[in-house]
């Protein structure tokens, strides 16, 4: 008799020890199904990640900026010896800015490239996710004729929606970027009453349209390329582990595409983003210690100054600042994809989980409102 005790006992630890293994592996498994149940964003949260995105990405690659502009506005060659050239190259034009305006000189234009940054990329996405949208609506994302053209498309028509959106803050900053010391325009306002005063209001749109011809095959390589890096990337990991094949792509992965995305975008198109920075400071009286002025009356079409550049600087000419804007350009790249991908995935969490409880629950109507098909970031 004092045995029968124990020998019911064991099957009730069994029992609550089967019960505790089931609740964890249940709990488990609803993480999974928040952390991948498909959302699809709406304009305010992809905007919203967007502009936090560039923020930060912004903020992270300003010195290279400021390098890349001043290297651009430059006439003189970037070389070691040559007497006439105030930069001659990275780590000196660096060492000289502190030097010569202190640590600050390094973000130099912050206030107005912050005033750009947000609303491009806020815009930016917002059109990538509309272009892409309409992409699906009229059948050409799932057809084999247009699918792959459908990334750079998007691309291009969110990078010139975004540009002419928010170029006057663009011109701003590399104008205070561009000027040195002592500064011709002390703030962002003083400089924007200086060029209207100077220009008129249509001072603030020079550059325009060279701008937008310089964006879009820039913005059309860097999300095209996105794409196709994170669909390789995927068949890889799938290869790898067909147990990844419902698993969405980690921020680690987004930075990385972003990254080679970015620096390969910016390497085709710089010889036009020099073009656009004439343009922009054509006019600026800065100091003459940093060398001859680009003067208003030498930039007329694109065309005429991009000839003008390879005649009198050369081919070299054409990629002034290359390097410190393809080092500025993967960062920021890398650094926008992946805090976009981070808060669309926190921004959207609240959603999956009620579309992971939905569909535990076998409640359809609030899965299907709360779920459709897309997948975690609307880039992918």
Same mark, same amino acid.
């Given at each position: 008799m004092s045995g029968q005790p124990k020998a019911e006992e064991q099957p009730s630890k069994q029992r609550r020890g089967k019960k505790k293994?089931?609740?964890?592996?249940?709990?488990?498994?609803?993480?999974?199904?928040?952390?991948?149940?498909p959302i699809e964003a709406n304009a305010l949260l992809t905007a919203v990640a967007g502009a936090l995105a560039g923020a930060v990405a912004r903020f992270v690659v300003g010195p290279l900026d400021v390098l890349k502009i001043r290297f651009q506005v430059q006439l003189e060659p970037i070389a070691a010896g040559v007497k006439t050239s105030h930069y001659t190259?990275?780590?000196?034009? !660096?060492? $000289?800015?502190?030097?010569?305006? *202190?640590?600050?000189g390094l973000w130099r234009g912050t206030v107005p490239g912050q005033l750009l940054t947000v609303p491009y990329t806020a815009v930016q996405f917002v059109a990538l996710q509309q272009c892409r949208a309409l992409a699906r609506q009229y059948g050409l994302a799932d057809s084999p004729r247009w699918q792959s053209a459908v990334p750079f498309v998007s691309g291009a028509l969110a990078g010139a929606a975004a540009t002419?959106?928010?170029?006057?803050?663009?011109? !701003?900053? $590399?104008?205070?970027?561009?000027? *040195?010391?002592?500064?011709v325009y002390a703030t962002m306002t003083d400089a924007a009453r200086g060029?209207?005063?100077q220009h008129g209001v249509r001072g603030l749109y020079r550059g325009l349209g060279v701008t937008v011809l310089e964006i879009m095959p820039y913005a059309a390589l860097q999300f095209g390329l996105y794409d196709v890096f994170n669909k390789a990337c995927n068949k890889?990991?799938?290869?790898?582990?067909?147990?990844?094949?419902d698993e969405a792509p980690s921020s680690m992965q987004a930075f990385v595409c972003g990254l080679a995305a970015g620096m390969l975008a910016?390497?085709?198109?710089?010889p036009l983003d020099v073009a656009k920075k004439r343009f922009q400071v054509a006019g600026l009286a800065r100091s003459a210690r940093y060398g001859q002025r680009v003067a208003p009356e030498a930039v007329h079409t694109l065309r005429?100054?991009?000839h003008d550049i390879a005649v009198k600087e050369g081919a070299a000419g054409l990629f002034k600042g290359a390097m410190p804007s393809i080092l500025k350009a993967a960062p920021s790249a890398a650094v926008t994809f992946a805090v976009y991908d981070m808060c669309m995935y926190w921004l959207t969490l609240r959603d999956r989980q009620a579309a992971a409880a939905a569909a535990a629950t076998g409640d359809q109507a609030p899965a299907a409102a709360a779920?459709?098909?897309?997948?975690?970031?609307?880039l992918h």
């Open positions: 293994m089931d609740q964890a592996q249940k709990a488990q498994q609803q993480q999974q199904a928040v952390a991948h149940a190259s990275m780590r000196q034009a !660096l060492v $000289t800015i502190v030097k010569e305006e *202190g640590i600050k002419v959106a928010s170029y006057p803050f663009d011109l !701003l900053r $590399t104008t205070l970027a561009a000027q *040195g010391e002592p500064p060029i209207v005063r890889a990991r799938v290869r790898l582990d067909p147990a990844q094949a910016k390497l085709g198109t710089h005429q100054v991009l779920a459709k098909p897309a997948a975690r970031s609307p």
